[in-house]
Structure formats: C-alpha cells, structure tokens
C-alpha cells in the first residue's frame, strides 16, 4: 500500500477552520483517498474520501492536489467534538475484495474552548 | 439507526479460556470484518468476509477464528485466548467487496479485551 504522512498532532481554537495536511507522494492512479478519525474510547468513524476532485460533506471538505501527492482535510469550524486522531489512508483495488484499512498514526488534534 | 453493535464491551478473561465477541449490523451489508488496534501498531485486520459462509484471514488471524452463518452476524471467537491476544477489537462492516477501495466501513465501539 502506498504511504502517507501526516504530522503526529495539531492544535485548534474552537471555532476556527483547521486544515489537516497528508502527503502521499507515491500514490497510484487508482488509489482513493480516504479520511477517518477516532474520538476518544470509541470506533473509527468515516470523514470523506475522493479520488481526484474536491469533496464537501456535512462533516468536512477534501482539498486534493492536482498532482495527487497531498490532499488536505478541512473542518470548516473546530467544535470540542472533533478533538480525535484523524488518519488518512489510500485505498486501492484489489483482486480479492478485500481492501482492510490500514492505519498509520495519524494527527492527534486538539480544540481549545 | 444504523449501526454497528458488539458484545461484550469490556471483557477480562484467563489464559484459556473459551470467549466469542459478537458482532451485529443492521444495514444489511455484504462485507463484514475483525481487526484490533494495539498502541504503535495501529490497526490490524485479523479475519473478514464477503457474504455468508465466506471468510479469509486477514493479516494476523492466528488463534481466532470467525463465522459468518447469518448476514448481520459475526462473531470473533478466541477458542484459547492468550495474554497476547490482549487488545482492543473492532468489527466493521460495509455494503459489498466490488467498489471496495471507495466503500465506507463502519466500525463497532469496540471491545477491550484483557487476558490474564
């Protein structure tokens, strides 16, 4: 699977737009880009994905480079309740089916009230 | 609400002894998975399946194994757990293998295992 890199934590004001960075400067054509993030004691939980264009949900926004070596995760305005670990992952196809999540270590993010 | 749902969620057990945490999803989903997550190994996909009656391991299957008779159901059974099967586990589950790479999974709560 190919690699990503993510800084180990960032930092927020409540309220405030954050903007997560990921690099993936050897991702293949057929990979997507998909977000999770973990609260605390609790199960991963979907952000988004993409594969080339930008993405909006009512969660957040995927900002992918054109050259699809970084994309970035947007939350529009930091809430207590995004404090997480957030992972980015690529996903490729695979002849079995099977493509099991593989998490790195992801951002450790923290809001401040 | 759909959702993902295990049991027990916290479980301390002894060296030896026979345990199942079940599985449950009521989105009627195809593809259904075990991992566990350890600190500074992240996660790590132990068992999965396509449909009913169809499982594969995954990447660390060793001294599980699974089920899958029902579509809703599947349930990870430790037939002699040991201390290093001591861990947090997730069942997850999504709508089916084709367009796997782009399928959203859904993970349960999790279930923390101790064996002692």
């Known amino acids: 699977d190919a690699k990503t890199t993510q800084p180990n934590s960032m930092e927020s004001n409540e309220e405030e737009p954050v903007h997560l960075p990921c690099n993936h400067s050897?991702?293949?054509?057929?990979?997507?880009i998909h977000w999770y993030r973990q609260l605390p004691s609790q199960g991963p939980e979907y952000v988004i994905h993409?594969?080339?264009s930008n993405v909006n949900n009512r969660m957040a926004s995927l900002a992918i480079a054109e050259d699809r070596k970084s994309s970035t995760l947007i939350l529009h305005r930091a809430t207590l309740r995004d404090a997480a670990v957030y992972y980015c992952?690529?996903?490729?196809?695979?002849?079995?089916?099977?493509?099991?999540?593989?998490f790195g270590k992801g951002t450790r993010l923290s809001v401040i009230a | 609400e759909a959702q993902v749902t295990q049991n027990p969620r916290y479980l301390i057990t002894v060296t030896g002894k026979k345990l199942t945490v079940t599985c449950s999803q009521n989105?009627?989903?195809?593809?259904m998975s075990w991992y566990r997550q350890d600190p500074g190994l992240g996660l790590r996909q132990i068992y999965y399946?396509?449909?009913?009656?169809?499982?594969d391991k995954g990447d660390v299957p060793e001294g599980y194994k699974v089920s899958r008779k029902e579509k809703r159901n599947f349930p990870l059974i430790l037939e002699s757990p040991s201390p290093n099967q001591t861990s947090l586990y997730f069942c997850?589950?999504?709508?089916?293998?084709?367009?796997?790479?782009?399928?959203?999974?859904?993970f349960g709560p999790g279930t923390r295992l101790l064996v002692l």
């Open positions: 992952i690529l996903r490729d196809w695979s002849d079995s089916g099977n493509t099991p999540l593989v």
């Open positions: 399946s396509m449909n009913v009656e169809v499982t």
């Open positions: 050897t991702i293949s054509g057929t990979d997507y």
């Open positions: 993409g594969l080339t």
């Open positions: 989105m009627n989903h195809e593809y």
């Open positions: 997850a589950s999504s709508r089916g293998r084709d367009s796997s790479r782009a399928e959203t999974q859904y």
